[in-house]
T-cell receptor, first 113, second 113 residues
Framework: KQEVTQIPAALSVPEGENLVLNCSFTDSAIYNLQWFRQDPGKGLTSLLLIQSSQREQTSGRLNASLDKSSGRSTLYIAASQPGDSATYLCAADYGGSQGNLIFGKGTKLSVKP | DGGITQSPKYLFRKEGQNVTLSCEQNLNHDAMYWYRQDPGQGLRLIYYSQIVNDFQKGDIAEGYSVSREKKESFPLTVTSAQKNPTAFYLC????????????FGQGTRLTVV
């Protein structure tokens, strides 16, 4: 069964700290892996998309890496800010007849001023 | 602005009532999806559509129905057969079903009263 796991479920850090969020997936045959941000009561905002042929993607203070062989992806946030507080979700795209993204349950990040 | 519009933002349903959630996109995407989000759980796929007049059941389709008469629109009906409909519903779209970035709407929160 294809599953995606995110650890930890919650994380609290002081402002300015660099941090890493983890995402693991059981089936390495992914097309891509996507990271999203979700604010309370809101929809998902796409942050980064890493294709299966890529190792990493960067956008501003965010850097996402992908290691298919180990079934892992990480989202690195540099110099965290209170505005980064949100739930971060990763999703593995396996394509095929499912046409489906498999989501982790998310990591709730709180950045304290 | 291009994007996905879900309406209404909040919806209340009485016992035994059918309700319809709207999802419209102007991104010219072929694929559209409906997900359900419950506290402490990941997003679960209800239905998806790869092309007009065609749609497929996801993991939790029981008690739900959809239509895809236009490329831009993918409404979801929550029927009286859905025994636990209180949840946050998210609509998404992508260019194709695999390997490309998914974009999400702002969600509809449905509550049974």
């Amino acid at each position: 069964k294809q599953e995606v796991t995110q650890i930890p479920a919650a994380l609290s850090v002081p402002e300015g700290e660099n941090l890493v969020l983890n995402c693991s997936f059981t089936d390495s045959a992914i097309y891509n892996l996507q990271w999203f941000r979700q604010d309370p009561g809101k929809g998902l905002t796409s942050l980064l998309l890493i294709q299966s042929s890529q190792r990493e993607q960067t956008s501003g203070r965010l850097n996402a890496s992908l290691d298919k062989s180990s079934g892992r992806s990480t989202l690195y946030i540099a110099a965290s800010q209170p505005g980064d507080s949100a739930t971060y979700l990763c999703a593995a795209d396996y394509g095929g007849s499912q046409g489906n993204l498999i989501f982790g349950k998310g990591t709730k990040l709180s950045v304290k001023p | 602005d291009g994007g996905i519009t879900q309406s209404p933002k909040y919806l209340f349903r009485k016992e035994g009532q059918n309700v319809t959630l709207s999802c419209e996109q102007n991104l010219n995407h072929d694929a559209m999806y409906w997900y359900r989000q419950d506290p402490g759980q990941g997003l679960r796929l209800i239905y998806y559509s790869q092309i007009v007049n065609d749609f497929q059941k996801g993991d939790i389709a029981e008690g739900y129905s959809v239509s895809r008469e236009k490329k831009e629109s993918f409404p979801l009906t929550v029927t009286s057969a859905q025994k636990n409909p209180t949840a946050f519903y998210l609509c998404a779209s992508s260019i194709v079903t695999e390997g490309t970035e998914a974009f999400f709407g702002q969600g509809t929160r449905l509550t049974v009263v």
